[in-house]
């Protein structure tokens, strides 16, 4: 592809120096990638002209590459700056998600041999409706970090979450919450999970077994400093049927409410909303590209 998409572009592709409009093809089935899993990917968010956290979305993708033992040759301000020139190839009301990937080629068992590939994939998604979501008890657990690359984002993790999914959605709930190896609470399948309870915003502590997400670390921020206390905390099962509120966070969709838990239900409460109005305040203050 040469030039500016035309304005019906759906994705953007940038593999090898080149922009694309149609998926490149990227492996064989020899591909380590491919029959091992060396995938790892990073999700950032561009929402009408602003990509909040883009520069710390493209480190923590370098990061993980590394922490995977792939060997990233492009560093996370040339992603960063790739992906600010893929944004402006589209409209400037146009919601996307921003997917910098790295992966291993080559044939073998043995990563240290592979070549490590990199693409950046920029696709039209728009944010889902805020109105909320209803979750359920998984009975899979997340990986300890001896046990799985817990320290990356990484695709070999995920298929335990689709699982998770899937079988909430099967007993008619939209998102699973999975508990550490220990039995403690450690986030939604597919995002960070928070609960209110007396004033107070709580989100499991940082052990290993989850990746502590960069929206999550903002809305702790933004909510500190606007007087409302928002902290690490040990949670169980029990903690969850006795919140005030329930709310992801994550990037795909940033802060949603939970409305109904097992058979309780919930209302967006006042932290939750709290929570996105500055979020999305800060944004757009902030963050525009």
């Known amino acids: 592809m040469a030039g500016s998409p035309s304005a019906s572009t759906s994705a953007l592709f940038w593999v090898d120096g080149t922009w694309h409009d149609q998926p490149p093809m990227l492996l064989s089935p020899a591909d380590h990638a491919f029959w091992q899993a060396s995938v790892v990917f990073d999700g950032a968010r561009a929402i009408r002209g602003c990509a909040p956290d883009l520069d710390l979305h493209c480190a923590r993708a370098v990061r ?22 893929g944004i402006r190839r589209f409209g400037p009301d146009d919601v996307l998600y921003i997917k910098p990937v790295f992966y291993g080629t080559g044939p073998g068992y043995d990563l240290s041999q592979a070549k ?47 699982r998770a999914t899937t079988e909430a959605a099967s007993r008619g709930f939209n998102a699973a919450v999975m508990r550490d190896p220990d039995g403690n609470i450690a986030e939604f399948a597919f995002a960070n999970i928070w609960i209110a309870k007396h004033g107070v915003a709580l989100t499991p502590a940082e052990n ?55 058979s309780r239900e919930l209302n967006a409460g006042p932290i939750a909303t709290r929570a996105r109005q500055l979020y999305f305040d ?8």
């Open 64 to 85: 993980s590459a590394s922490a995977l033992g792939l060997k990233p040759a492009i560093s996370a301000p040339e992603i960063q700056q790739l992906a600010i020139t």
């Open 116 to 162: 490590t590939r990199f693409v950046l994939h920029i696709m039209q998604a728009p944010l889902d409706p805020v109105s909320g979501f209803s979750a359920t008890m998984s009975p899979l657990r997340r990986p300890a970090s001896t046990m799985a690359p817990t320290d990356a984002k990484a695709a070999c993790l995920y298929p335990n979450s689709s």
């Open 208 to 262: 290993g077994t989850f990746l502590a997400g960069i929206t999550r670390r903002r809305v702790m921020g933004l909510l500190n400093d606007a007087g409302i206390e928002a902290r690490e905390a040990t949670l169980t099962e029990q903690d969850l049927h006795d919140a005030d509120e329930i709310f992801s966070t994550g990037n795909y969709n940033k802060v949603v409410p939970c409305n109904r838990f097992e």
């Open 282 to 289: 800060w944004m757009q203050a902030t963050q525009r590209v």
